[in-house]
């Protein structure tokens, strides 16, 4: 009588080990075949290298603005006077289309030192800075006038210039991002 090595022991053993070799190889398989394709969503080292961005402020004099780069867009730093302080806190917050404090878009101790994405928020040109009506910021494109706070006052913008995550790693060097 021949004895059929499917049912046996043995015949179940190997076809197991058969099966669980295939699937294994065959997810090895994929997993190279889609690594490229994952590791191609990473973000490029240029975009990494931007995430954060220090700048030393001890060559930007009094009533002077810098303009750097971060993550892509520009990030305008100006180095306030005291009159332009004492104007932005002056302004009626009822007047304000985007009502916000001075204090509240600068930080404590450095109010010198206004630092803001520079983008206009209506349809993201890049503002021109110590011009328009307010001594601020005039976005040519359609006449969006922001005063020296970076807030909106005239024009179609529909909020004020956004002020970007940042902290003081001293008096003359601060990290944004």
Known sequence: MQHDSSHSPS???????????ASALGGVGAVVTAWPLVHSMNPSADVLA????????????EGQSIKVEWRGVPVFIRHR???EIEAARKVDLA???DPAPD???VQKGHEQWLIMVGVCTHLGCIPIGQSGEYGGWFCPCHG???DTSG????GPAPQNLVVPQYKFLSDNRVLIG
């Open 11 to 21: 015949g179940a053993t190997r076809r197991d080990f058969i099966i669980l070799t």
């Open 50 to 61: 931007l995430a954060s961005v220090e700048v030393d402020l001890a060559p930007i004099k």
């Open 81 to 83: 006077t005291a009159a």
């Open 95 to 97: 007047e304000l289309r």
């Open 103 to 105: 204090e509240t878009r």
């Open 144 to 146: 969006s006038h922001y």
């Open 151 to 154: 807030r909106i006052r005239k």
